[in-house]
């Protein structure tokens, strides 16, 4: 039987091409001003009043924006489409427990996709299938404060060492090896942090489900995404879309001010 043709992401290539190419053009060095002439008089000593205003926070995404900001099948390109709905694996396997507060708290959170608690809000949200290799590709675009971002961040780079191997228990009394590794990320966004997780069904011909997680602050907003399969997981595809949804989003977002 032949071999699938490779994978050529041609599509995301020129997308993130261009979205990098924007932001080379807008990204000009801007002159300096001249030093201002100062006073022989003194200034008066500020009050309270007078102090310059802290700065405020960039205004949340508009629900267009954000989904502006998704990845689509055709960033990615053959042989991902528009999703069919939720694999049954997320069922299967994803829904188990274990002791270890940690290792439960991860797969509570991936078979949820909600890893920065019930605050964080949901800009936009899309689901892409591999008609190849069964994956299922789950993106998000998240609105949530920086500093809470970043603590979740944190928190899941802790979790190779802390869960780097335990078992874990389905609803139906199946027992799971899982095994958890960090994966790695393109260099984009502000923070990131990437994890591998693998989990294997103690029974015979046991499935092995294997998952990647990805996560990305882009200033003031978050990227997420899970890439799963049951066979050979594409970790070109998470990777591609790492890369192109933070350069989306950053452009989004520039936009958005720009049109302000």
């Known amino acids: 039987m032949p071999l699938p043709p490779a994978r050529v992401l041609t599509?995301?290539?020129?997308?993130l091409g261009a979205l990098l190419t924007?932001?080379?053009?807008?990204?000009?060095?801007?002159?300096?001003?001249?030093?201002?002439?100062?006073?022989?008089?003194?200034?008066?000593?500020?009050?309270?009043?007078?102090?310059?205003?802290?700065?405020?926070?960039?205004?949340?995404?508009?629900?267009?924006?954000a989904r502006a900001a998704l990845i689509t099948a055709a960033d990615l390109g053959e042989p991902w489409s528009e999703?069919?709905?939720?694999?049954?694996?997320?069922?299967?396997?994803?829904?188990?427990s274990t002791d270890d507060p940690d290792c439960r708290r991860l797969l509570d959170s991936l078979y949820a996709e909600e890893f920065f608690g019930g605050d964080a809000r949901t800009g936009a949200v899309t689901g892409?299938?591999?008609?190849?290799?069964?994956a299922q590709i789950r993106y998000q675009v998240v609105v949530h404060p920086p500093a809470e971002v970043d603590?979740?961040?944190a928190w899941l780079g802790t979790l190779p060492q802390k869960c780097g191997r335990f078992t874990a228990v389905t609803g139906t009394g199946t027992r799971e090896e899982v095994?958890?590794?960090?994966?790695?990320?393109?260099?984009?966004?502000?923070?990131?942090q990437g994890l591998r997780v693998?989990?294997?069904?103690?029974?015979?011909?046991?499935?092995?489900?294997?998952?990647?997680?990805a996560a990305v602050r882009v200033g003031e907003d978050t990227i997420l995404l899970t890439n799963g399969s049951l066979a050979d997981l594409p970790t070109d595809a998470t990777w591609t879309a790492t890369e192109l949804g933070a350069a989306r989003l950053a452009e989004v977002r520039k936009q958005?001010?720009?049109e302000v």
């Open 83 to 96: 999703t069919q709905g939720a694999a049954t694996w997320r069922d299967g396997m994803l829904k188990a």
């Open 151 to 153: 603590r979740t961040l």
């Open 22 to 65: 924007a932001s080379a053009c807008s990204a000009g060095g801007r002159p300096e001003a001249s030093a201002p002439v100062k006073s022989p008089v003194a200034s008066p000593t500020p009050t309270p009043s007078s102090a310059p205003p802290s700065p405020t926070a960039a205004p949340a995404l508009t629900e267009a924006q």
């Open 256 to 258: 958005g001010r720009a």
């Open 128 to 134: 892409l299938d591999d008609d190849w290799d069964e």
């Open 179 to 192: 095994e958890v590794t960090e994966a790695e990320l393109p260099e984009v966004g502000d923070a990131r």
């Open 11 to 15: 599509a995301s290539a020129l997308a």
């Open 198 to 213: 693998t989990l294997t069904a103690a029974t015979d011909d046991a499935p092995t489900l294997t998952l990647e997680l």
